[in-house]
């Protein structure tokens, strides 16, 4: 019990003592203290980076009011001109605007992090695009080299069907010299060494082989007047020569129905080639026109290509008062001034007419009905010139007359 | 009886004209003391109260060595009576000062420790001047001396 009581004593000694420390405390420290204390909160406050940082500083405010508030008396005398709460309003003033510093730096962070994203997406974007650039720069360079490549391999073509024509022409006229064509009758040994030198030069398969491939040539391809002009010279005089040894070669294999045969379908071979030449004529020139846009009925002779394009013609003329004046004009345009005008004409006309692919007379009616088609767009407006002057005639006369009846009435009479 | 009462006015009237106007209920206290270095002048000067004396005679009062204020601080306090007191660090005594003109003439020197005060510190209190130091041991003073007694 007694024990009891002791240590009951000695705790309120401990108490005693502990307030009496805390009573003897220098209030001039407390002043300095608190003002040391509102500075590094200020200095913290001035020096936060981070809004996490800043709202540490809250904990520290919290605890200098909780520290200094009972204080707030001895401080406000003591801190005069200053005040206790004014100084601890600055510190939350401060906070406040650092805090809200922080804020807009947090927004604009995260602004600048979407923009940052979006940037980061636009650049993919643009990587992208650049490598589809890329590739279709190259499909395009491959695109170029490769039609670079492909007219290349029609020139050589070209200038490869020309050589071996010329040589399978020239074995062709060795296998006759006109000395021997102009033999009414081949003797034996004529016959034997044209045999001979047919079979070991392979000149029939060498003919057809060059003929077909002339024929396939113009197929695949699509030429200008100028490449068909030097084709179809070349096949002329082919077939020039042809025609002379032809009869001749039927005349030697007389006895040989298969090699008659060959001989006859090497005729209709050169029949085919004259025809594809005419027929590159005419799909070149279509092609011309689908190259425009204007859509042309098929054509393969002068005739059908004069149709075609009057039935064009009509056409248009009909669809004059169905479409706007506009397009009905640009219509007009594309086909006249930039089409028949400006390409086919120049080009063909005179090559058309020249091979008697085409005459002057189914020019003349494609003329006369663009001339129609013209004045239908643009109706003529030379009446006018008749109707205003017969007007000012009607009024002249009209004027001299009143005038003349005029001084009828300020006659006097009797003089 | 006539020159008596003449005399009693004149009286009177001779005192009224020579006793000062008093104002009551002054208070001349610090709400809390002031701590002041001694300049190479041995002077302190106290910009808030605007208070500036040598203090030279004191230090040389506690340590008979007037250049013994080098480096030091005065602790420096007013009560609600306009008594001040003045003590420094390792001090044995605080003394207190009342103001005249151009000069503070000792009112009091109140022994404190015979080893010197350590830290002190001087509190405004109600009634007196609280002096704590070092090891948390507390005076209530007043220009008369320690309330209480030592």
Not at chain 1, 168 to 185: A, F, G, W
Not at chain 1, 251 to 274: G, M, Q
């Amino acid at each position: 019990m007694k024990k009891n009581i002791l240590s009951c004593h000695f705790i309120c000694l401990l108490i005693l003592a502990f307030t009496s420390i805390s009573i003897a405390q220098s209030d001039y420290e407390t002043v300095q203290k608190f003002k040391k204390d509102c500075e590094k909160i200020e200095h913290q406050i001035k020096n936060a980076n981070s809004a996490d940082e800043i709202n540490l500083i809250t904990g520290n405010i919290k605890e200098l009011k909780s520290k200094y508030s009972r204080h707030s008396e001895l401080l406000d005398k003591a801190l005069y001109p200053e005040k206790y709460h004014a100084m601890i309003e600055n510190l939350d003033n401060l906070f406040t605007l650092r805090e809200e510093d922080f804020n807009t730096v947090e927004v604009l962070k995260v602004e600048v992090s979407d923009l940052k994203q979006r940037v980061d997406s636009l650049s993919i974007m643009n990587d992208e695009l650049q490598i589809s650039l890329n590739e279709i720069q190259l499909l395009f360079d491959k695109s170029s080299k490769e039609s670079a490549e492909l007219n290349g391999i029609v020139a050589d073509l070209k200038t490869a069907l020309y050589r071996r024509d010329m040589l399978v022409i020239n074995m062709v006229h060795d296998l006759m010299p006109p000395v021997m064509r102009e033999k009414p009758i081949l003797s034996s040994e004529d016959k034997e060494q044209i045999m001979s030198d047919i079979e070991n030069k392979n000149i029939l398969i060498n003919v057809k082989t060059t003929i077909r491939d002339n024929v396939r040539y113009l197929d695949l391809t699509s030429l200008q007047p100028e490449d068909i002009s030097e084709l179809q010279e070349q096949q002329i005089e082919f077939a020039e020569i042809w025609a002379r040894i032809g009869p001749r070669l039927v005349d030697v294999y007389s006895s040989d129905n298969n090699r008659v045969k060959e001989l006859r379908e090497i005729d209709s071979l050169f029949a085919v080639w004259t025809a594809s030449v005419k027929k590159e004529v005419w799909q070149s020139i279509k092609e011309e026109f689908t190259e425009k846009g204007i859509p042309l009925v098929d054509f393969s002779d002068g005739v059908e290509f004069t149709n075609s394009i009057n039935q064009f013609i009509e056409n248009e003329k009909k669809n004059i008062d169905d479409i706007p004046e506009e397009e009905a004009k640009y219509s007009f345009e594309l086909f006249v001034d930039s089409t028949w005008s400006s390409e086919i004409k120049p080009k063909w006309a005179s090559f058309l007419i020249e091979n008697e692919l085409f005459t002057e007379n189914n020019q003349a009616t494609i003329e006369e009905n663009i001339d129609v088609w013209r004045s239908e767009l643009y109706p003529s407006r030379l009446w006018i010139w008749f109707i205003i002057p017969g007007f000012l005639l009607a009024g002249l006369a009209l004027l001299l007359r009143m005038l003349k009846n005029g001084a009828q009435y300020y006659d006097i009479p009797g003089k | 009886m006539r020159k008596s009462l003449l005399f009693i006015f004149a009286g009177l009237l001779t005192y009224s004209a020579c006793s000062s106007l008093t104002l009551q209920s002054a208070n001349f206290s610090w709400p809390v003391e002031s701590v002041l270095p001694v300049n190479s002048d041995g002077n302190v000067v106290d910009q808030r109260y605007s208070i500036e004396f040598s203090a030279l005679p004191l230090f040389f009062e506690e340590y008979q060595d007037s250049s013994a204020y080098v480096g030091k601080e005065v602790r420096l306090i007013r009560d609600q009576q306009g008594y001040y007191y003045m003590t420094a660090n390792e001090f044995k005594n605080v003394y207190v000062f009342q103001a005249e003109e151009g000069k503070l003439i000792l009112e009091n020197k109140i022994s404190i420790s015979e080893t010197g005060i350590v830290k002190p510190a001087f509190n405004q209190r109600t009634t007196y001047i609280e002096l704590i130091h070092a090891n948390n041991k507390s005076f209530s003073l007043t220009h008369q001396g320690v309330e209480g007694g030592m």
